[in-house]
């Protein structure tokens, strides 16, 4: 079970890296894909890794819950810690496309606040692990 949860936490450190090159690749090219990863690369794989805990950590629970056939309920709460790191970790890619829609003001404020926003990314995704540990803890004492 532990070996299962591992695996799938790095599939989803490589999924989610893999996402980040394919999007920024589509909207600004593999160069600057490329320079902003060499640039940001400790922010890019802290986030990954953070990401890929979280969903190995995910999976580890949920194997515990149906295992003693608990409410589902106590996994899903979790899922939205993950989602709000990677809203805020991947908004200031939104700077590349916010032109299109024609929404400048913002464009600027998350350009501006990159570096601020990989570190709420990275907050959001320790919080989401400490939470997700917790569940894993509280139930396994249960």
Same mark, same amino acid.
Request: aromatic share 14%.
């Given at each position: 079970m532990v070996s299962n949860?591992?695996?799938i936490g790095l599939l989803g450190t490589a999924a989610l890296l893999a996402a980040y090159f394919a999007i &920024?690749?589509?909207i600004s090219g593999m160069d600057?894909?490329? +320079?902003q990863f060499s640039a940001f690369w400790y922010f890019i794989l802290g986030l990954s890794l953070?990401?890929?805990?979280?969903i190995g950590l995910y999976n580890y629970l949920k194997n515990l819950i149906q295992r003693? +056939?608990?409410?589902?309920? &106590?996994v899903a709460v979790s899922?939205?810690?993950?989602?709000?790191a990677m809203i805020s970790c991947c908004a200031h890619y939104l700077a590349n496309i916010i032109p299109l829609i024609g929404?400048?003001?913002? &464009?600027?404020?998350?350009?501006?606040?990159?570096?601020?926003?990989?570190?709420?990314?990275?907050i959001f995704n320790a919080a989401g692990i400490a939470y997700i540990a917790s569940k894993i803890i509280r139930f396994s004492k249960a």
């Amino acid at each position: 079970m532990v070996s299962n949860a591992i695996l799938i936490g790095l599939l989803g450190t490589a999924a989610l890296l893999a996402a980040y090159f394919a999007i &920024v690749t589509a909207i600004s090219g593999m160069d600057f894909a490329l +320079s902003q990863f060499s640039a940001f690369w400790y922010f890019i794989l802290g986030l990954s890794l953070g990401f890929g805990i979280q969903i190995g950590l995910y999976n580890y629970l949920k194997n515990l819950i149906q295992r003693r +056939s608990a409410p589902a309920t &106590v996994v899903a709460v979790s899922g939205t810690t993950t989602t709000l790191a990677m809203i805020s970790c991947c908004a200031h890619y939104l700077a590349n496309i916010i032109p299109l829609i024609g929404i400048a003001g913002i &464009v600027s404020l998350i350009g501006q606040y990159q570096i601020e926003f990989f570190w709420i990314g990275l907050i959001f995704n320790a919080a989401g692990i400490a939470y997700i540990a917790s569940k894993i803890i509280r139930f396994s004492k249960a």
